[in-house]
Structures are given as C-alpha cells and as structure tokens.
C-alpha cells in the first residue's frame, strides 16, 4: 500500500464545517407558517436553481423571479429568506479556533465551497479570519460546484497542490468521496463542535 503523505494543506469546506447551514432554521425565521415553510424549502432551497445560483450560471434576481413564480410565495418573503441567507451563516467558534491553531502550526489552509456569490462577499466583509487561508475557491467564481470533478482539479492545479499532501473536510460523503477520487485525503465532519478532536485524531497530533 501506498504510504500516505503527511497532509500539509487543510481544505475547509464553509457550510456546516467552518459557518452553520441550517435551512429548516432559515425559513422559519421567515415563514410563521408551516406549509409555506415546507413550500420554501421544497420549491427555493432544495431546488435545482439553488445549485444553479451556487454554480453561477443564473443571477440572484432570475433566482428569486423563478422561486416566486414556482413557489406562489410572496416577493417580498422570497426576497427576505435570499437576504437572510449570508447572514444565517454564523461561525462555529470551534472551527474558528481551530483555524488559527493550524495557522500557527504552518499549514497551509484553504476554502472550498459551494456558495452564492453574494453570500460568499457577505462573509467574506463582515469576519476576519479569511486572511488566515493562503486560497479560496467558491464554486460560483469559477463556474462548477462539488461533486463535480472540475472544482477539485481547479483546487489543485490553481494552487500547485499535491492531493496525497491535502486534507479536505466536508459535511457531505458524496463530496468527501469525490475528493477521494482525486488522491485528496478527507474527513467527513459529523459534528463541528468537535472537529479539532476529529482532525488531531487523524493526524496523530
């Protein structure tokens, strides 16, 4: 078998590994009602425009102009839950000490993410700790999102990565097993409260 390098470059994805992603929270904090809560969520978030909109392939007003007509809710609450979106993408403590930490240790880290543009520039004007990644890659900036294998080959051709000497940590096995399929060593994040634990495990630290 072949022996697997020591990771020097932690790729983090951002929803529910470095920022909370909680979709069932967003709408409610919306829609007071139920059914349109369930509308919200069927016809806007787990809607194909959604990846479409993290792809960068259609706008963010064609999105909402679409998810009304498609959802029968009202513009202005469609409007709202886009709005509310980046700003619902709270930090974990954790993974932002955790951060700094490796930053301190001499990796070498980046961002992986699928994420609308305008959500992505909200998080990247209102936290700091974006300046500790030596790369960021957001999927609708270049046009392909995860699992799709052209984000990963851009990841690692854009910044002269080794895959055996790179560790990527998602949320979502097929994301870990398209980066697997690359030669990139992974973690699947179960619980972001305790990566630091999960990660220091792995890497024997």
Request: glycine share 2%; net charge negative; aromatic share 10%.
């Amino acid at each position: 078998m072949e022996e697997i390098s020591y990771p020097l470059n932690i790729v983090f994805d951002i929803g529910n590994v470095i920022c909370e992603w909680n979709p069932q929270k967003l709408v409610n904090s919306v829609f007071s009602n139920a059914e349109e809560q369930n509308r919200a969520l069927a016809n806007i978030i787990m809607h194909h425009d959604w990846l479409l909109l993290d792809k960068g392939t259609i706008t963010l007003n064609d999105a909402i102009f679409r998810a009304v007509d498609r959802s029968g809710l009202h513009e202005k609450k469609v409007r709202e839950l886009f709005k509310k979106t980046p700003e619902s993408l709270l930090p974990f403590p954790e993974t932002v000490a955790l951060i700094s930490t490796l930053e301190e240790r001499r990796f070498n880290l980046f961002v992986l993410s699928n994420m609308h543009d305008y959500a992505f520039d909200y998080l990247f004007s209102t936290y700091s700790f974006w300046d500790k990644f030596s790369g960021i890659v957001i999927s609708s900036s270049i046009k392909a999102v995860k699992p799709e294998p052209e984000i990963f080959q851009h990841l690692l051709q854009h910044h002269n990565l080794a895959a055996k000497e790179t560790l990527f940590l998602d949320d979502m096995e097929v994301n870990v097993k398209a980066a697997e399929d690359h030669g990139i060593q992974t973690l699947l994040i179960e619980d972001p409260k305790t990566i630091q634990k999960t990660l220091f495990e792995q890497l024997n630290l």
